[in-house]
């Protein structure tokens, strides 16, 4: 038995779940998301209580019974609490500011790279144009996103330039040995 896939997901309050076929819909206070669940995952909800089972124990059935368990959680978790991820800009010179609701980048290129969101996805800028907040119902799409604005200029090794994760070390190098 799966041991994410076993296990059951409590409805917080103000969370509701309609089934419709192989769709599941997950509506809060946040906002409402869907997700198609493969063919052959049953979902049933009993006393606040939402389960996931699988028909049999054949190996693609194992391995997405956990896999749909999980998308139905980070969805009820995201349309009750929400997703947040903050990134950090290091460099000389390299800042966000926003824009309205769009983030823009000035991070060592001739021209600003402007960011739109999606729907659902909310930027802040906090400390100067130093730290990026990201925050979202969708926690797919919020890493997605994070991860384009990451992409825009990665952090290099030799000076730590460049835009990172909160909580991502960046290995340093020593660069050339110079004349002794």
Excluded: W
Aim: aromatic share 4%; net charge positive.
């Amino acid at each position: 038995m799966s041991r994410i896939g076993k296990m059951p997901i409590e409805l917080p309050k103000g969370v509701n779940v309609d089934i419709k076929g192989s769709e599941v819909v997950v509506k809060g206070s946040k906002g409402s998301l869907s997700q198609f669940i493969p063919e052959g995952m049953e979902v049933k909800v009993e006393n606040n209580v939402l389960q996931v089972e699988r028909p049999n124990d054949e190996r693609q059935n194992r391995a997405l019974h956990g896999l749909t368990r999980a998308l139905i959680n980070n969805m009820v978790l995201g349309v009750s609490e929400g997703f947040t991820r903050k990134l950090v800009v290091e460099g000389v010179g390299y800042r966000a500011e926003m824009k309205g609701k769009n983030l823009v980048l000035n991070v060592g290129y001739s021209h600003p790279v402007e960011m739109v969101p999606p729907p659902n996805i909310e930027f802040n800028v906090e400390n100067r144009g130093k730290d990026i907040t990201v925050t979202g119902i969708d926690k797919q799409v919020l890493g997605e996103v994070c991860a384009n604005i990451r992409k825009t200029r990665p952090p290099e090794p030799y000076k730590g330039k460049g835009i990172r994760y909160e909580d991502e070390h960046v290995r340093r190098k020593a660069g050339k040995a110079g004349k002794v």
